[in-house]
């Protein structure tokens, strides 16, 4: 079926502002549930304790700590006030409001949110993006690879070895790792961080244990999508056809997996921007890794929430591209 | 004995009558008993398959929990302890109760970390203590290596016996000929290249082979050594088969029909039920695991608190507490296969035949389990193997920040985070990382082999090839 | 492909690290920085406030310790840790006065005191560190105190602000910073417990926050009357207090009672600097021997030298010897480090100066002599590493919640079930395998080092040791479960009613070290034949169940905040009960005969009576049992040869100005501890290019067969 290139624009276009304008009601509704699962487990008194510390806090300070925040009104309703103001006199209409203009406001213990992230979202982008690019590389060619030999037993044996590699925990390749390379051989630094050039040393082993890790995992993944496509009937007419084996799987097999590939790389763009906990923690890399989490331990909502709606805001985006994608994949795909 | 049944249990149960329930419908049913004919003639399968009986059947026996009784107590009535075990406690009980102070290596009879005593003399002297349940039959310390080999071979000497009296059993019983057993063996050939059968038999063999050696030396030592407060590596390992194998199946159990109906409803109605089911699995999965599961783990401990009167056991509130994991993480992971599924749905929806169907005015539903959903089912199956392994490791990495499985039970996930601190020891504490790899590692691969095969019985273009 | 591909990235990698491979492949700072006068050290959590009025914990003490300080500090060598001057011309004695205003003597009765009042004479002549908001235009106008927003916009760090100035410290520094602490915004930790002894200070908070109301601008502190703290001329100042409170000089060598110019809030107060992260939690202005330049607290911290500092003595040497002034090191790094492991490799690598000593490598650092003390391996003496150790001021004990129907009272039953269970936790079992016998067990709340603590055998918990000639002796388990029957319960069964006992432990659950904790506890109680059920929660909730008194069992602790038995002692006292007051008292111990001993020892000065005292208050508690005493920790300190001065001193926040670091020998020895070694990488990379060559030739042979068909 063909579509006309004016109306595939425009479809496009259309399609476009249809999903931002979707984009709306489900930021609306993850701030919800955000605020929900929040409030349910910490109420405004606990949030306050946390960051007044344990030692002799009165009630005083605590009421003193949250009418400065505006943590001292109705969650969702004011049911004692009038009119419209029913539902804006409320800590949820207050928030909410302002994260739509990216103004993510101070943290609760009082550091500018968007500065704190700008700052600690390219460390975590050195360590993730490199690793989606080689892990990817790497992964794709050795499924490939498997794929071009499969049924025999170079494939089975690849197979115990990808799960073997899957079972390993991921803590045990960062330990390992570490002993290997930085205690043992001495190579790189163990942890830490440098601006500039000078990362680069330190970014070797993070990468190389990232990428490593992943590999047993998504060359099982990919060697099935490859055999998925390579049991399909233009396949097997390409070969007859006389195409080489290579030829095959570059020309046919690889692009008609594009769509799991692509659907898959960019469910991983919010955790791209986002880090990793365990890598970044003990690598000492100073990225977002452990920003979310910190904040929900130390109950510190305004990071909280700034950092749902990011990652909801990137993921959102994230699936936009993705069905951009299948229609430069695959042109049958209408969006 | 006074029986308890868990929740989780409960839900176990009813899976396993379910499966029962589906191998008995399936087997009448000619379409569906042919492809799972095709599965078991693979030798790997048939192997994976006896090897995943195994891990059900411990599985089983950990889900039958009941309060023993107290023995030594005056008072004349029955007293039942408020503990809880199950009946693999039971069963493993020699292994279990033999517990040291702390660390000891596989087969060590001297505790890994130096203790102070006092020495005769009456000087405090640091060194490494005798282990008081491993070899502590043997005065001489240099006969281990010997009476290892003795307990091992009589171990195999129960092994032979066992076997042979099976085998005596299956020929009187007509299930086996003996002839053509022996014409079978006869060629070593068929050893590399076994028929489905003798794969299961030898796999079977090799289970029970070590089955054996544990029940003779376990008792004796530790066989995988013992963790920092003394308790039986290998213990914990079998223990954790319940949690690995409960986090896996009852987390598919509670994603699957989601992801399934809501993925396929999605990619082939489109329009406003797309709509409706993307808003909800992008809000959903927009929402950080870690705080949809956070906030989960505190509103259960706040219900518990509440209801304090209900959770009087350990066993019961961390039993709870795994019931709420596996139901969060259901609601989690949904997401991930509904995008594929929805993402696939689209594609088929384009393709020739289903275009054709809806031409002829095929009724949708009809359409969608003839075509859609047999040609999403590799998806599935993939997705569920894949999700199985990763939810297992899943589990270690929320046991890093505090939020996986209680503490309290035994699982690989805390085993591999405990041994966090383990491997930065000298020399290396490495056996409760390697028992937790090892059983994770088996049962991981003979569902990924198991599942290889499935998918390759139910794929229709496979199965038109045959 | 990927052969290339994995060729050029690992001659890429080598090609890098050839690059800088003057000093070791593996050093994690840049080699310039080798031959500088840097103390290396690391922090696991990032600090929370800088502030003086705010910060509390220990790891931030690390830093606002080196950059304030208060008038008084702990004498670096001497032990019992006394208190000596550091800006303050002498260490103030109280001066009480009656209703009628006359002088009641050194000692007088706690009764008959009206007022307490200290006058500190500070040193003249003393700088603050430069800071723009110091710096005065032509006109000796503030530059920065009058910025329009547009002016802030652009600022975003302090060293935005190109010119410094400084100013002399004065008295009204200190008296303003006490003011602070009832600042209705900065929500100071201790200004509840203060206003109980500060002459005005809550009434003083009260105007504060009418006043904030009232108008919205910001409060300027300087402007509002306090009578509790007085200057009483350029260099000299008053504080009042309204009860006899002997403890209260230590606060006075407390950060809370540093001075802080007004200047820094004025400057960081103006709208807008909140916005763009200036402010004084984040950039401290003091007047001690360091000051912090970079504050990043995902990566590190760095201290430098405060070139106005005056320069201070080393205890022990005389004027003459200008040579000596401290401080000696030129800047300190502090790294995040998360994490034990790359900390404590870096640490044997020598990119750390100092280190605790992880537990997990506890065998191959320490070692045992035949009497018992801790020395260092072979493998530590030979890379020239050092040990220290001291007791810490600390308690960790486990506490029955009083208010309990079973545990808690003072029933008899309740009472020898407790003494049960304290004789069946084998603490020093514990402190053997989670602490590598890095503790001593505690015979009652005061840790040794304290005044009150008496060793050997007159110190013991008769109850639950028994002296055997030279040691404490934990009393056996039958003992325990012969206490456990006269409390009414057979091997955990209730006799009366034939139920088996259940306890209920809450705790807070953290780390992979938790869960084998945990076990252990049930392990001891399990030897009673009593079921614990451990319920683990956060932090949070743990706070409010103790709050509530709806906990049964509880593990906690505390650590000094001085040196002086009443801060170990006032966690048992009754009014400050959780239940009651929301004290620190989180047991809810009530006892009317140990309350009135604790009015009377709190108020006494150190002596042959106040142990008399302490004497009787231990034997009450001990008898009562409302905790398991738990253990004090010791703490292990290593540090390299080339790092001088390492003496614990558990109480001084200010060490860092004492130390020293050899450079020349730090160097030599990275240099001879960091070598790499290549040639298993270029094995592997080789092995595996090997293995690509079969694959190859089956490839190419595949092909041929095919197209022959």
Known sequence: MFISPEKGLGSVSSYLTRRILYAFPILIGVNFITFVLFFVVNSPDDMARVHLGNRYVTEDSISNWKSERGYDKPLFIALDSAGKKVFTETIFFDKTVRLFTFDFGQSDSGRDISYDISERMWPSLLISLPVLCLGLLFTLSFALLIAFFRGTYIDSSAVILCVSMMSISGLFYIIGGQYLLSKLLQIVPISGFDDGIASIKFLILPILIGVVGGLGHGTRWYRTIFLEEIHRDYVRTARAKGLSEKGVLYQHVLRNALIPIVTGVVALLPSLFLGSLITEAFFGIPGLGSYTIDAIQSQDFAIVRAMVFLGSVLYILGLILTDVAYTLVDPRIRL | MELVILKTDALFFILIASLLAYIFYASKKEHLARPWRTVLKKPMAASALTILAFYLMVAILDSIHFHPEIEGSSSDTLVYSSQVVSLLDEVLKPINKNTETTYSAPFAIYSYAKESRESETGQIIRDYPRLMHAGSHLSDTSEVRSDLIMRSLGALGYWVFAMAILCLILISLRVVKLKSMVSDWQNLGTFFRPSPAQAAAITFAVVCLLISLIATVGPYYHILGTDKVGNDVLFQGVKGIRTGLLIGTLTTLIMLPFAIVLGVAAGYFRGWVDDAIQYLYTTLSSIPGVLLIAAAALMLEVFMTNNAGDFESVTARADLRFLCLCLILGVTAWTGLCRYLRAETLKLKESNYIEASRAFGVLSWSTISQHVLPNLMHIVMISIVLDFSGLVLAEAALTYIDIGVDPSMESWGNMINGARLELAREPVVWWSLFTAFLFMFILVLAANVFADSVRDAFDPRIRELD | ?709
């Open chain 3, 1 to 709: 492909m990927i052969m290339r591909s994995f060729r050029s990235l690992l001659a890429a990698c080598l090609a890098l690290l050839c690059a800088c491979s003057d000093s070791g492949w593996n050093n994690p700072y840049p080699s310039t920085d080798d031959s500088e006068n840097i103390f290396y050290g690391s922090f696991s959590e990032r600090p929370k406030h800088l502030d003086p009025v705010s910060s509390y914990s220990e790891n931030e003490a690390v830093f606002t310790g080196q950059i304030y300080e208060p008038v008084l500090q702990y004498h670096f060598f001497d032990r019992p840790y006394r208190l000596e001057p550091l800006t303050s011309e002498t260490v103030p004695e109280p001066i009480y006065y009656d209703q009628d205003g006359s002088d009641l003597g050194s000692d007088p009765l706690a009764e008959d005191v009206h007022e307490v009042v200290y006058r500190i004479k500070i040193k003249p002549g003393i700088l603050f560190q430069p800071h723009p908001c110091f710096t005065l235009d032509e006109k000796g106008n503030y530059l920065y105190h009058k910025l329009s927003t547009q002016e802030i916009e652009s600022k975003t760090k302090l060293s935005d602000f190109s010119s410094t100035g400084t100013r002399e410290l004065i008295a009204a520094d200190y008296v303003y910073q006490i003011k602070r602490l009832m600042h209705p915004k900065l929500h100071s930790p201790i200004a509840g417990f203060m206003t109980k002894y500060i002459k005005d200070l809550g009434q003083f908070g009260n105007r504060l926050r009418e006043a904030s109301v009232e108008s919205s601008r910001t409060l300027d502190l300087r402007a509002h009357e306090f009578l509790g703290a007085k200057i009483v001329d350029k260099y000299t100042y008053e504080i009042r207090l309204s009860k006899k409170y002997p403890q209260f000089k230590y606060w006075l060598a407390m950060s809370f009672f540093a001075p802080v110019p007004w200047e820094a809030d004025a400057f960081f107060n103006q709208p807008g600097m909140k916005e763009h992260n200036l402010s004084l939690d984040w950039y401290p202005v003091g007047t001690g021997p360091y000051m912090l330049t970079e504050n990043n607290p995902n990566r590190r911290m760095v201290l430098e030298k405060n070139p106005n500092y005056r320069g201070e003595l080393f205890p022990g040497t005389d004027e003459s010897d200008k040579e000596s002034l401290m401080p000696y090191i030129d800047r300190a790094y502090y790294s995040l480090e998360k994490e034990s492991i790359p900390g404590w490799t870096k640490f044997l690598q020598g990119y750390y100066d100092a280190s605790g000593v992880v537990s997990d490598s506890f065998d191959q650092t320490i070692q045992f002599n035949t009497r018992g003390e801790a020395s260092l391996t072979e493998e530590m003496k030979d890379k020239g590493i050092n040990l220290v150790t001291a007791v810490r001021s600390s308690i960790s004990y486990m506490g029955f919640n009083m208010v309990d129907p079973v545990v808690g009272g003072t029933s008899e039953q309740s009472l020898l079930l407790r003494r049960a269970i304290s004789i069946a936790i084998d603490y020093e079992e514990l402190i053997s395998i989670f602490a590598n016998g890095r503790g001593t067990a505690a015979q009652g709340p005061i840790p040794p080092g304290i005044f009150g603590y008496v060793e050997g055998e007159n110190g013991i918990n008769p109850y639950v040791y028994k002296w055997t000639g030279s040691q404490a002796k934990r009393q056996k388990l039958e003992v325990a479960k012969d206490l456990l029957f006269r409390a009414g319960y057979e091997n955990g069964v209730n006799i009366n009613t034939g139920e088996p006992l259940t306890l209920y432990f809450d705790t807070v659950s953290s780390g992979p070290g938790s869960k084998v904790m945990l076990n252990w506890y049930r392990k001891q109680f399990n030897k009673l034949g009593i079921d614990l059920v451990v319920r683990a929660t956060d932090y949070n909730r743990f706070q409010e169940k103790v709050r509530k008194g709806t906990v049964q069992i509880f593990s906690w602790g505390w650590n000094a905040d001085y040196p002086d038995p009443e801060n170990f002692f006032f966690l048992l006292y009754g009014p400050n009960a959780k239940i009651v007051s929301q004290g620190e008292n989180a047991v809810n111990y009530q006892n009317k005969e140990f309350d009135d001993l604790f009015v009377r020892m709190r108020s006494m000065a150190n002596g042959s009576e106040r142990q008399e005292v302490i004497n009787r208050m231990l034997e009450i508690v001990r008898r009562d049992a409302p905790w398991v005493w738990g253990f004090h920790p010791t703490s292990y300190t290593l540090s390299h040869s080339w790092y001088g001065n390492a003496v614990p001193n558990l109480m001084a926040r200010n060490t860092l100005k004492y130390k020293t670091i050899e450079v020349s020998r730090r160097s030599q020895k990275r240099n001879e501890w960091n070598r790499p070694i290549i040639w298993p990488l270029l094995a592997i990379t080789s092995l595996i290019i090997f293995a690509f060559i079969p694959a190859w030739y089956v490839y190419i042979a595949r092909e041929r067969a095919r197209l022959g068909e």
